[in-house]
Every structure is written in structure tokens, then in C-alpha cells.
């Protein structure tokens, strides 16, 4: 399935490799044009290199690493260079290998991990999202339409321990994304999340990783349920998360969606605290 909003401008960050470079290479083929946002300068030349014709003309590349950087200024230069954004892909992510390399046979325990680990990974996988979508929020509610897609991490990855600073980062982009979705209930703009649901092939699992590579999800997965989430067949769509490797393409796409999808966050454990009554 292609979507029907082909023309329009999206920045995905974490483009260069992995579940990015694979979104950036099927948006391209779906007529998008798609500034692609990374800190591997390199990693983004090759990608630039992947892309020909047609579709390399509607690419632009952007250096950042967005554990330091000025999201205004960046979307400023996306807005010269593409036009105005239309779609937000918040997938920029770091993770565990940053504190070690092994750390799939022997996790690190939460007061083995430096401050800097720690700011850095809230830094790339919550706070950015919170400047980038805080950036082009104001044009998508004046067109009343925009799309904002989070991709965070299984629920129980959130929890897992050994998994700080990775886990607890992701979940607040989790609950950031719930939150979202409900300010901007009914104004055209919806804000959702995507994982993959499960460990994927990708230069975020080390080499030497206890899996074998083939039997990893791969970064393809992505593909069907973020064409649909891009689409008008998901206008008001917003608040929920999808999970890659339940989408059955098989099925019509909102009968995948149903069986793919569920609340953000958790929002069928939350209760709201008791509150006093407005003060007239």
C-alpha cells in the first residue's frame, strides 16, 4: 500500500542506518520528500550515494547530533532547503552498547552507569523528541494536518533490568507521546507510536550479540504500518502504538491496525489522582 500524501515533507531522524535508512529509502519510493537527520556524516553520504534519479533529488541530508543541538535552527534549514514539514519521524535512539559493548550477557546494573551515559541517552530518545515536535508543531496546526510518529521500545524493554539507561529514556518518550496525543485531540495533527516488537537487525546490536543475525527482525517490518500511519486512512488516528511484528499484511489495513495496535503508554493501568474541585 502507498500512501495518498506523496509530495510532502518529512524529517526522520536516525536516518542513516538501520530502521531509518530503511524508512528513508521507502518514503523516497513513495514520492516523499524526506530530510534525513543523523550524526554519521558518513553514514548519511552513503545513503545519499543509494539514491538516484528522482528520488535523490528529493533528498536532503542534516548532520546533527541531537544529544546538543538547536532543533529551531534545524528545522529552519529543512524549511529552506524541503519546504515545510508535514511529517515527523522521531526514531533518532541510543542504546545499551553505549555503556558496553556485552551488555546482552552481562547487563549493567543502574549504579554502574556514568551521568553523562545517562543524560545522553534521555538527551537522544526522549528530549529530542520533545524540541523536534515542540519545533513544527505550529504549521501543521495551521494546515490542520500533520503526523508525528514516535518510535520507542517494547513496554517490557522499558522495565527490563539492565536496561537503564535505554529503558527508562524510551519510556518517557512513551508517556511524552500519550501526552501529545491528547493536546492535540481533534486538531488534524496525530502523534502515535511504532516499534519494531522484538530485537532487530541493526547496527544497534553488537556484532558479537548472542543471536543469530537471521533470525532478528528486520528493519523492513517497519514498512507496512508506517505507509499506513502516513496515509488518510489514518486521519484520527492518534494516541495509539503499533507493534511491527504483529501487522499481518495479509489483512485489509485497518484490520491489521486493530490487531497491531493498542493504547500508548498504559493507559488501561492509569488511574488519575483525586483531584479538588476548581476554585470559582
Given at each position: 500500500m502507498h500512501t495518498d500524501r506523496t509530495g510532502q515533507t518529512v524529517l526522520l531522524t536516525g536516518a542513516a542506518n538501520g530502521l531509518g535508512k530503511s524508512m528513508v529509502l521507502d518514503l523516497l519510493e513513495q514520492g516523499f520528500r524526506v530530510a534525513a537527520v543523523d550524526r554519521d556524516a558518513s553514514g548519511l553520504e552513503r545513503?545519499?550515494?543509494?539514491?538516484?534519479?528522482?528520488?535523490?533529488?528529493?533528498?536532503?541530508?542534516?548532520?546533527?547530533?541531537l544529544s546538543d543541538f538547536d532543533a529551531t535552527q534545524l528545522v529552519g534549514r529543512i524549511n529552506a532547503s524541503l519546504g515545510q514539514i508535514?511529517?515527523?519521524?522521531?526514531?533518532?535512539?541510543?542504546?545499551?552498547?553505549?555503556?558496553?559493548?556485552?551488555?546482552?550477557?552481562?547487563?549493567?546494573?543502574?549504579?554502574?552507569?556514568?551521568?553523562?551515559?545517562?543524560?545522553?541517552?534521555?538527551?537522544?530518545?526522549?528530549?529530542?523528541?520533545?524540541?523536534?515536535?515542540?519545533?513544527?508543531?505550529?504549521?501543521?496546526?495551521?494546515?490542520?494536518?500533520?503526523?508525528?510518529?514516535?518510535?520507542?521500545?517494547?513496554?517490557?524493554?522499558?522495565?527490563?533490568?539492565?536496561?537503564?539507561?535505554?529503558?527508562?529514556?524510551?519510556?518517557?518518550?512513551?508517556?511524552l507521546s500519550s501526552v501529545m496525543a491528547a493536546d492535540l485531540e481533534g486538531s488534524g495533527v496525530t502523534v502515535n507510536v511504532l516499534i519494531p516488537g522484538g530485537v532487530v537487525n541493526t547496527s544497534m546490536i553488537p556484532p558479537d550479540a548472542p543471536f543469530s543475525r537471521d533470525q532478528l527482525l528486520q528493519p523492513q517490518a517497519m514498512l507496512p504500518p508506517l505507509?499506513?500511519?502516513?496515509?488518510?486512512?489514518?486521519?484520527?488516528?492518534?494516541?495509539?502504538?503499533?507493534?511491527?511484528?504483529?501487522?499481518?499484511?495479509?489483512?485489509?489495513?485497518?484490520?491489521?491496525?486493530?490487531?497491531?495496535?493498542?493504547?500508548?503508554?498504559?493507559?488501561?493501568?492509569?488511574?488519575?489522582?483525586?483531584?479538588?474541585?476548581?476554585?470559582?
Open positions: 545513503l545519499r550515494d543509494e539514491t538516484a534519479g528522482s528520488a535523490g533529488q528529493r533528498l536532503a541530508v542534516f548532520t546533527a547530533d508535514d511529517i515527523l519521524i522521531n526514531n533518532a535512539g541510543i542504546g545499551q552498547s553505549q555503556i558496553r559493548a556485552d551488555y546482552h550477557r552481562h547487563p549493567p546494573k543502574f549504579y554502574q552507569i556514568t551521568t553523562e551515559q545517562w543524560s545522553r541517552a534521555v538527551a537522544i530518545n526522549a528530549s529530542a523528541v520533545f524540541q523536534l515536535s515542540r519545533a513544527v508543531i505550529e504549521p501543521m496546526l495551521t494546515r490542520k494536518w500533520g503526523r508525528i510518529v514516535n518510535i520507542t521500545t517494547s513496554l517490557g524493554t522499558m522495565l527490563r533490568g539492565g536496561y537503564a539507561p535505554y529503558g527508562p529514556s524510551k519510556a518517557c518518550a512513551e508517556a505507509r499506513w500511519l502516513l496515509s488518510r486512512a489514518a486521519d484520527g488516528v492518534s494516541g495509539r502504538r503499533f507493534l511491527a511484528h504483529h501487522w499481518d499484511a495479509a489483512l485489509a489495513s485497518e484490520q491489521a491496525a486493530a490487531q497491531a495496535g493498542a493504547a500508548v503508554g498504559w493507559r488501561d493501568i492509569a488511574a488519575l489522582p483525586v483531584t479538588p474541585n476548581f476554585v470559582s
